[in-house]
């Protein structure tokens, strides 16, 4: 905890330094597209029902069956988590809300969440793998540094998925902590293999994984579109891939600097200088806060409304 404070704090003292030192790469924002980014705030709150559809979707195979409203409503609340508070709490709520209310065990939620990053990472190695082969005019050690994270990635990625294991229980001591820990791991497993071989469920959760890779695509050309600047199909590609799987790096809150750093270290592959990258995380940060903060109002009032009703029918 204290290591990741100590890495926050100093991510916003370098900003800030930066930009008292560079005051001028910031004038852009003064004659920003607000309609641009009005498109890029529709995706975002896109992506977040579709990360609902998601969770509705993969809670199937362990008999748990929510309304598509309460799927939007928990990806609201998870996303918010993972970017207001401390890193990873946007999961932990999903998985004490999904435990408390519908009975999901933390190993089967693991399961879920497993399988989330699995088909997340397979799009976006695949996506990421053929935009660097587009780019390849780019070679240099930060595209062969991609190219092997993205070549791993995507065949570490596949073969997940294409197991599915289904292990027994094993022997031992029923008091002994270490089968309680192998138990554990067993049920995450095998609830990962209840996933796998549903080829109809895997199927939408694919399409929809790629919905909101499309939808990252449409919020970044947006972004950099509203502020003057352009990018080619191949780029833009491969910086919505980068988008998605720096989320998944939860170190900072909102992966903050880690999202940066990863723009700032394929800057010249996608062709923008180091200044351009930071302004267009700067708009790309400050379009999901709004984003965020209006759906968090939205999700509250929503809820003492859902409240009060069950009161006066109770």
């Not at 800057?267 to 806060?289: H, N």
Request: include cysteine; charged fraction near 10%; glycine fraction near 8%.
């Amino acid at each position: 905890m204290l290591v990741r404070l100590v890495i926050t704090l100093s991510v916003v003292l370098i900003f800030l330094v930066y930009f008292l030192l560079n005051t001028k790469n910031f004038k852009p924002l003064l004659s920003a597209n607000y309609y641009l980014l009005a498109i890029a705030a529709a995706g975002y709150v896109g992506g977040v029902f579709a990360n609902g559809i998601f969770i509705k979707f993969i809670l199937g195979p362990f008999n748990k069956f929510i309304a598509a409203s309460e799927a939007f409503y928990l990806s609201v609340i998870s996303s918010i988590g993972n970017f207001f508070a401390p890193a990873g709490t946007g999961f932990v709520v999903r998985a004490v809300y999904l435990k408390k209310k519908h009975g999901l065990s933390y190993s089967e939620f693991i399961s879920t969440l497993s399988g989330n990053y699995v088909l997340v990472f397979l799009v976006s190695s695949f996506v990421g793998l053929a935009s660097l082969l587009a780019l390849r005019q780019h070679y240099g050690v930060q595209w062969l540094v991609l190219f092997v994270f993205f070549c791993a990635l995507f065949i570490v990625s596949l073969l997940i998925s294409l197991f599915r294991p289904k292990l027994p229980e094993f022997g031992g001591r029923k008091d002994s902590r270490s089968k309680n820990l192998i138990e554990k791991v067993r049920r995450v497993i095998n609830g990962w293999g209840m996933i796998a071989s549903d080829r109809q469920l895997m199927v939408k959760l694919l399409g929809l994984s790629l919905v909101n890779l499309s939808l990252t695509v449409v919020i970044y050309w947006s972004i950099v579109q509203s502020i003057g600047l352009s990018i080619s199909l191949p780029a833009l590609l491969l910086f919505s891939v980068l988008g998605s799987l720096s989320i998944f790096v939860n170190i900072t809150p909102a992966n903050l600097g880690i999202k940066e750093a990863i723009y700032i270290f394929s800057a010249s592959i996608l062709g923008f200088s180091v200044g351009e990258m930071i302004l267009i995380a700067l708009v790309d940060r400050g379009v999901q806060f709004i984003v965020l903060l209006a759906l968090w109002l939205l999700a509250t009032k929503l809820k003492a409304a859902e409240k009060l009703l069950n009161e006066k029918l109770g």
